[in-house]
């Protein structure tokens, strides 16, 4: 076989006093994520994209929330190392789409570089490397602005 597909889903509740990092990139609003990383749910979501793929867990296995060394994480560290695994299996990335869900801030003008910076991550072309945003119409936990979500499709192939 030589592509495998992997989808990925985080959600991290959104608080007060903590940054909002997304795609790595700091963006100005007055809640932040929480969790033990920088809680980046579009870097999470991806790197479980990318270990179910191929059969490896889930990040919790690879970056458990109770180690300490992971308090406070730069996820895209994290996205590099497992990027680094895959690699090790033999696998490269062909692509990746993924979607943010939130209410506010508004994503558009930070899109660009959130690809940027997980193309550089990952050593691919931004155009590999498919990033949407959109509302969830305020239903369910995200609409009522309680957390953000995000969802990631990644499609490897043998090198």
């Known amino acids: 076989m030589n592509l495998r597909i992997g989808n990925g889903y985080d959600i991290h509740r959104l608080v007060s006093d903590r940054p909002l990092i997304l795609g790595g990139v700091n963006i100005p609003h007055s809640l932040g994520l929480l969790g033990h990383s920088d809680a980046d749910v579009l870097t999470h979501a991806i790197m479980d994209a990318m270990l179910g793929a191929l059969s490896l867990g889930d990040i919790g296995h690879y970056f458990p929330p109770s180690d300490p060394q ?39 003008p930070h899109i660009e570089k959130m690809r940027e910076n997980i193309a550089a991550v990952l050593q691919l072309l931004p ?14 936990p995200v609409g009522r602005e309680e957390g953000i979500c995000a969802y990631a499709v990644v499609l490897l192939t043998a090198s």
């Open 127 to 140: 155009n590999q490397v498919g990033i949407k945003a959109t509302t969830n119409e305020k239903l369910g």
């Open 70 to 108: 992971w308090a406070g994480a730069d996820s895209l560290m994290l996205l590099s190392k497992v990027h680094q695994l895959i690699q090790q299996q033999g696998w490269k990335i062909g692509n990746i789409d993924s979607v943010i869900v939130a209410e506010r801030p508004k994503l558009k």
